[in-house]
């Protein structure tokens, strides 16, 4: 559904997205996460055609978005963080407005118009001005306007900003439900939810792709930390020759202790086996656990923010990144 290649855009002689690429399928949510100023809310708009990009290319359901930009733009549904709204409309108003934009035929705009009602759950608001709906309500105003057209790609970029808890789970089983039919990113700050709805993540650094990951991957097999008082010239054999252990690698040392990662298939079932070999050397054992890669470690790791005892390497990183 959408293809990019190479796409970078610079503001003079900043450039806030360099080079990047990747391809999203029929049906995937995908997070875009990243820092401020990381370059996602720049390729959220170069994506729907709102800017355009410096270099490089955008194919949206086989359309090239350069030389076909209305029609690939008829594909695509967009949520921008700051929704723009018209405040003496009401929401039927505002609707209504958008379907003729959207250029959908008259005879069809009621069912449409009901249905993005009802899916965002804005009934009870149908007649209210917009100068009158809370932050949440606006926000699902903007997700109607979004999907009104039956998008096949919908960019939503913080779609559960100023929600309740009961707001927020609606939101989550809609943009599951949109899904079924098309193409979802989803651009937040809330990493619970990239990790309650997303089935993949892209994260952005300094303009560029630092990441592309199923979520399945993120997690999947987690190291060993060991923590003891031997440097990595005494320890790093014995570690190495212990069952199962693939790979040894020191991640963070100061104060007279050293922790060493170590790769295995099973982190948690071969911890006895290295508290045993330790202990049979007479070493202090500080610390055994297995390395933490959730998400939040992992977007920590690849922004340039983590810290050695909870950041994957970047041999982890680039390994999950191709999975």
């Known amino acids: 559904m959408i293809e990019v290649r190479e796409l970078s ?6 450039k806030a997205v360099s080079e990047v690429s990747f391809d999203i399928g029929h049906g995937e949510i995908v997070g875009l996460l990243g820092h401020n100023g990381a370059g996602k809310t720049t390729i959220m708009k170069m994506l729907t055609g709102y800017l355009e990009p410096s ?5 949206i359901d086989g359309l090239d978005l350069a030389e076909h930009r209305r029609s690939a733009q008829r594909h695509v549904g967009y949520l921008p963080e700051n ?3 018209y405040p003496e409309q009401t929401v039927l108003d505002a609707l209504e407005y958008q379907a003729v934009l959207h250029g959908i035929p ?3 705009r009621p069912a449409a118009i009901r249905q993005a009602v009802e899916r965002t759950a804005l009934t009870a608001k149908a007649s209210a001005p917009v100068a009158t709906l809370s932050r949440g309500y606006r926000q699902r105003l903007g997700v109607a306007q979004a999907i009104l057209h039956s998008p096949k790609i919908l ?8 929600l309740d808890p009961t707001q927020i789970q609606h939101m989550r089983g809609l943009i599951q439900e949109l899904a079924q039919d098309a193409t979802v990113i989803v651009s937040t700050h809330i990493l619970q939810e990239v990790e309650a709805i997303c089935s993949r993540v892209l994260i952005m650094s300094g303009g560029r792709l630092a990441l592309d990951s199923s979520s ?3 997690g999947r097999h987690p190291r060993l930390l060991v923590t003891l008082d031997r440097p990595a010239a005494e320890a790093a054999p014995l570690l190495t020759a212990l069952p199962g252990v693939s790979g040894v690698e020191l991640v963070d040392e100061g104060a007279g202790r050293h922790c060493f990662a170590l790769s295995l298939e099973n982190a948690a079932a071969a911890a006895p086996t290295v508290a045993r070999a330790i202990a049979d050397q007479g070493w202090n054992l500080f610390g055994l656990e297995p390395e933490r890669r959730d998400l939040e ?7 340039g923010a983590a810290t050695p005892a909870d950041a994957p390497s970047a041999q982890t990183v680039t390994e999950t990144a191709h999975v």
């Open 55 to 59: 270099s490089g290319t955008i194919r």
């Open 9 to 14: 855009r610079s503001y003079g002689e900043l």
């Open 106 to 108: 008259q005879h069809a």
């Open 83 to 85: 929704c723009p709204l």
């Open 216 to 218: 399945d991957a993120i």
């Open 297 to 303: 470690a992992l977007f920590r790791a690849v922004s």
């Open 155 to 162: 960019i939503l970029d913080e779609p559960t900003n100023g």
